[in-house]
T-cell receptor, first 114, second 117 residues
Framework: QQPVQSPQAVILREGEDAVINCSSSKALYSVHWYRQKHGEAPVFLMILLKGGEQKGHEKISASFNEKKQQSSLYLTASQLSYSGTYFC???????????????FGQGTILTVHP | DAMVIQNPRYQVTQFGKPVTLSCSQTLNHNVMYWYQQKSSQAPKLLFHYYDKDFNNEADTPDNFQSRRPNTSFCFLDIRSPGLGDAAMYLCATKRGRLSTRDRVDSSFGAGTRLSVL
């Protein structure tokens, strides 16, 4: 039931781009993206709710393909501050509920070098 | 600012000595989650509440219990901590209604790092 992220790790130079993918074997209602720095709690980046939806936050954007049960996070012109572990969280509805539970992928470690 | 507060930030307990971690929120979110996160791993859901409706994950050990006396507070009780329970414990809240209009859909507390001696 845990979503699968790829790649497991990415190493970039400042200014380079990266894509992190998240896929699920179960039908998704929404996808959440978080960034976690070492020793800190995850920080919410964005939520995608509808199939085909795309959203952006600064130079970080994401897409959600509901039919393929996949989401991708795009980091453009990466900055040193982007370093951290990125988690996708998938939200699967339970019967008779409108909120479901939030389950995380295994994480993608992003390292940005000067 | 509205936020999720976990206390304490660091907790040291002895093997087998009961411990309680607390979480409070000012967001008025319906849903509260407890996650366990070990080093280099994803947060693992232990249980969650929708208001007072409690949902336990099938693989959450009986050693872990939770209480939510009101909307604002949620507690994690570990009845007999073992060495394997040393981890970061994260509390998170979420709006009951899914919406992309709100900038923040869910929030995490800073976590409590539990050490078991």
């Amino acid at each position: 039931q845990q979503p699968v992220q790829s790649p497991q790790a990415v190493i970039l130079r400042e200014g380079e781009d990266a894509v992190i993918n998240c896929s699920s074997s179960k039908a998704l209602y929404s996808v959440h993206w978080y960034r976690q720095k070492h020793g800190e709690a995850p920080v919410f980046l964005m939520i995608l709710l509808k199939g085909g939806e795309q959203k952006g936050h600064e130079k970080i954007s994401a897409s959600f393909n509901e039919k393929k049960q996949q989401s991708s996070l795009y980091l453009t012109a990466s900055q040193l501050s982007y370093s951290g572990t990125y988690f996708c969280g998938t939200h699967i509805l339970g019967p008779g509920t409108s909120y479901g539970k939030l389950t995380f992928g295994q994480g993608t470690i992003l390292t940005v070098h000067p | 600012d509205a936020m999720v507060i976990q206390n304490p930030r660091y907790q040291v307990t002895q093997f087998g000595k009961p411990v309680t971690l607390s979480c409070s929120q000012t967001l008025n979110h319906n849903v509260m989650y407890w996650y366990q996160q070990k080093s280099s791993q994803a947060p693992k859901l232990l249980f969650h509440y929708y208001d007072k409706d409690f949902n336990n994950e099938a693989d959450t050990p009986d050693n872990f219990q939770s209480r939510r006396p009101n909307t604002s507070f949620c507690f994690l009780d570990i009845r007999s901590p073992g060495l394997g329970d040393a981890a970061m414990y994260l509390c998170a809240t979420k709006r009951g209604r899914l919406s992309t209009r709100d900038r923040v859909d869910s929030s995490f507390g800073a976590g409590t790092r539990l050490s078991v001696l």
